[in-house]
């Protein structure tokens, strides 16, 4: 068990670029979720996988904003024309099942100059 | 709809001192509670969940939270804090164990020696 990795672990960008971030879960966990954390506030749920399906996605997730897994294993997270209000941690969780709690990567703070 | 409410942004204790973080949940179905800490620069790790059964959970640290249906409460103590404690904690509600969480804004813990 290695954990949740997530990469890259910050990211500096100008505003108007793409970004991308990728998420590796743990090792046959099916489920994969994406979560934004401001500074000084509680993570908020963005979208989430059953393997290869995503099953559910927060109205946070502006047109602007994709999330794929392809293969049902790793995920990324794409963000297009980034705007100062996108600066945040960006962090990926996994979990074997439904039923079983959500272990999360150190996540991925993005910097909007 | 699910919602969670964490009374007191910041808490400060002394080493050794009782450690008393409130949250409050409202939930339109049966609840399933956790209590993540997390890190300067890093992911969430779950301290304890309720899911069914027993009211008082037991944690990792030694950590541990009531459930209390009629308060609609799941606060979380520590008998004696320990600077190693000093970190930011989330309370989340979700509909299931693997479920999207919501979270509340975060407390800040300060230990003092």
């Known amino acids: 068990d290695t954990g949740v990795s997530q990469d890259p672990r910050h990211k500096i960008t100008k505003r108007g670029q793409n970004v991308t971030f990728r998420c590796d879960p743990i090792?046959?966990?099916?489920?994969l979720y994406w979560y934004r954390q401001t500074l000084g506030q509680g993570p908020e749920f963005l979208t989430y996988f059953q393997n290869e399906a995503q099953l559910e996605k927060s109205r946070l997730l502006s047109d602007r904003f994709s999330a794929e897994r392809p293969k049902g294993s790793f995920s990324t997270l794409e963000i297009q024309r980034t705007e100062q209000g996108d600066s945040a941690m960006y962090l990926c969780?996994?979990?074997?099942?439904?039923?079983?709690?959500?272990?999360f990567g150190d996540g991925t703070r993005l910097s909007i100059l | 709809a699910q919602s969670v409410t964490q009374l007191g942004s910041h808490v400060s204790v002394s080493e050794g001192a009782l450690v008393l973080l409130r949250c409050n949940y409202s939930?339109?179905?049966?609840?399933?509670l956790f209590w993540y800490v997390q890190y300067p620069n890093q992911g969430l790790q779950l301290l304890l969940k309720?899911?069914?059964?027993?009211?008082l959970v037991k944690g990792i640290n030694g950590f541990e939270a009531e459930f209390k249906k009629s308060e609609t409460s799941f606060h979380l103590t520590k008998p004696s804090a320990h600077m190693s404690d000093a970190a930011e904690y989330f309370c989340?509600?979700?509909?299931?164990?693997?479920?999207?969480?919501?979270f509340g804004q975060g407390t800040e813990l300060s230990v003092k020696p």
């Open positions: 939930s339109s179905v049966p609840p399933y």
């Open positions: 090792s046959e966990h099916n489920r």
């Open positions: 989340a509600v979700s509909r299931n164990q693997g479920g999207k969480l919501i």
């Open positions: 969780a996994s979990s074997p099942t439904d039923n079983q709690p959500q272990h």
């Open positions: 309720y899911t069914t059964g027993a009211t």
